[in-house]
């Protein structure tokens, strides 16, 4: 299953700024290993915010919901999910 996943992070303004950086490292490489499973199909950062939208491409709610509370910076985020099918008209086979 599709889902369109927009998340905006919000870090405390009095985290001290190794461990923001640490929260940070373990984000990213946590995305890029989901990125090279498949299950994060693309990740787009949204401009003049600390914030992207994504694509995950996952079995379904529960997964997603695994990976999303997983993610290192999670407490720190405002979560929108949009569950995506494909559309009649396009001509890709694999955005189903």
């Given at each position: 299953m599709l889902f369109q996943v927009e998340m905006a992070v919000t870090l405390p303004g009095d985290m001290p700024v190794e461990t923001a950086a640490s929260l940070k490292q373990k984000e990213r490489d946590f995305a890029q290993d989901l990125?090279?499973?498949g299950k994060?199909?693309?990740?787009?950062?949204?401009?003049?915010q600390y914030a992207n939208t994504s694509i995950f491409?996952?079995?379904g709610?529960?997964?997603l919901?695994?990976?999303?509370?997983s993610l290192p910076l999670f407490p720190y985020m405002t979560i929108k999910v949009t569950p995506l099918c494909r559309h009649p008209s396009s001509i890709h086979e694999d955005d189903q």
């Open positions: 990125q090279r499973q994060w199909r693309h990740l787009w950062r949204v401009v003049g491409d996952v079995a709610n529960a997964e919901h695994e990976i999303l509370t």
